[in-house]
C-alpha cells in the first residue's frame, strides 16, 4: 500500500492568485497522478506527473494552468494558475505503487472568491 | 472509450439494511475493477478490487464479483452500518499501456438509525 499526504488540506484564495500543492508518498513510486473533483462530481484526471520530464496532460488541461513537477519518486506539486472561482474543486493527488493498485491523498480543498 | 456507469443516489437505507450499488462498464481487453469510498470530508480510500472475471473483492463486509458476462461489479453488503454513510466510487483500470483509471459518478449512500 502506500500512505499518501497533501498540504494544504484546505484553502481560501482570491481569484488571479496562484496556490501550490504539494503531495508526498511514503515510498517511492513509479507513476503519480493529480485529479480533480468538481463540487458533486466525480473524478477528473488532470496529468500523469512523470519523474524527470514534463507532465502528461488530459484532454481540456495545460501546463500554463496546472504545472506540475515531479521531482523524485516520492514528491509532487500541482499549482493552479490565475485562479477563478471555477477552479473551487477539490484537487487529489495519487499514486500506483504496484500494478492494479491506486490510492489516493486526503485531498486539497480550494475554494476560489 | 472506457466508461462506468453506476446507479445514480442518494441511496436511503436503515441500519442492517441490505445494501447494493449496481456498476455496470464498457472496455476494451480486460480492465481491473474497483470500488473506492469517500466519507465525508475525506479522500477516497480503496475499498475492494478484482483483477479479472469471477475474482470476488471483498472487505470490511463489502463484496463484490466480476462477472464478464454482463460487463458488471455491483456492490453488496449483508448489513449496512450508519458508518457505512459515505460516497462509492466504481472504477476501472484499462488493461492497456497506459493503464488510465475511469471513474463511475459516485452513489451517495446515507444510512439511518
Known amino acids: 500500500s502506500a500512505v499518501i499526504s497533501q498540504k494544504p488540506s484546505r484553502d481560501i484564495c482570491q481569484r488571479g492568485t496562484s496556490l501550490t500543492i504539494q503531495c508526498q508518498v511514503d515510498?517511492?513510486?513509479?507513476?503519480m497522478f493529480w485529479y480533480r473533483q468538481q463540487p458533486g462530481q466525480s473524478l477528473t484526471l488532470i496529468a500523469t506527473?512523470?519523474?524527470?520530464?514534463?507532465?502528461?496532460?488530459e484532454s481540456g488541461f495545460v501546463i500554463d494552468k496546472f504545472p506540475i513537477s515531479r521531482p523524485n519518486l516520492t514528491f509532487s506539486t500541482l499549482t493552479v494558475s490565475n485562479m477563478s472561482p471555477e477552479d473551487s474543486s477539490i484537487y487529489l493527488c495519487?499514486?500506483?505503487?504496484?500494478?492494479?493498485?491506486?490510492?489516493f491523498g486526503p485531498g486539497t480543498r480550494l475554494l476560489v472568491l | 472509450g472506457d466508461s462506468v456507469t453506476q446507479m445514480e443516489g442518494p441511496v436511503t437505507l436503515s441500519e442492517e439494511a441490505f445494501l447494493t450499488i449496481n456498476c455496470t462498464y464498457t472496455?476494451?481487453?480486460?480492465?481491473?475493477l474497483f470500488w473506492y469510498v469517500q466519507y465525508p470530508g475525506e479522500g477516497l480510500q480503496l475499498l475492494l478490487k478484482?483483477?479479472?472475471?469471477?475474482d470476488k473483492g471483498s472487505n470490511k463486509g463489502f463484496e463484490a464479483t466480476y462477472r464478464k458476462e454482463t460487463t458488471s461489479f455491483h456492490l453488496e453488503k449483508g448489513s449496512v452500518q450508519v458508518s457505512d454513510s459515505a460516497v462509492y466510487f466504481c472504477?476501472?483500470?484499462?488493461?492497456?499501456?497506459?493503464?488510465?483509471?475511469?471513474f463511475g459518478i459516485g452513489t451517495k449512500l446515507q444510512v439511518i438509525p
Open positions: 495519487s499514486a500506483r505503487p504496484g500494478p492494479e493498485t491506486q490510492y
Open positions: 515510498s517511492q513510486v513509479t507513476m
Open positions: 506527473a512523470n519523474q524527470g520530464s514534463e507532465a502528461t496532460y
Open positions: 472496455a476494451t481487453g480486460y480492465p481491473s
Open positions: 478484482a483483477t479479472k472475471a469471477d
Open positions: 472504477a476501472l483500470m484499462n488493461s492497456g499501456g497506459y493503464q488510465k483509471v475511469t
